[in-house]
């Protein structure tokens, strides 16, 4: 049981170091960033058509097809 008791301790001691790490992190990134009010808009380059992403279409039967875990089940009869 001591063991068990100090395991525990050990992985709540290594949650608490990489929360703390995780919060020092996030205040150092907070504090390199800039003001709210101090950035300034870039204007966007116009698209040069190399990566463009493509608009997904669904079929009509699709959109009506139930989904496979929803297929509805029949009885068989023995012939």
Same mark, same amino acid.
């Given at each position: 049981?001591?063991?068990? $008791? ?5 992985? #709540? ?5 990489? #929360? ?9 990134? +907070? $504090? %390199?960033?800039? @003001? ?7 204007? /966007?380059?116009? /698209? ?8 997904? $279409?669904? %079929?009509?039967? /699709?959109? &009506? #097809?139930? @989904?496979?875990?929803?297929?509805? &089940?029949? &009885? +068989? $009869?023995? #012939?």
């Amino acid at each position: 049981m001591a063991d068990l $008791t100090q395991m525990i301790r050990w992985n #709540a001691n290594f949650v608490r170091g990489l #929360a703390q790490s995780v919060l020092d992190r996030a205040k150092t990134i +907070r $504090t %390199s960033l800039n @003001p709210y009010g101090v950035e300034t808009a870039v204007a /966007a380059e116009p /698209a040069t058509g190399k990566l463009t992403a493509k608009k997904v $279409t669904v %079929s009509k039967a /699709a959109k &009506k #097809a139930k @989904p496979a875990g929803k297929v509805r &089940k029949t &009885k +068989r $009869t023995n #012939a």
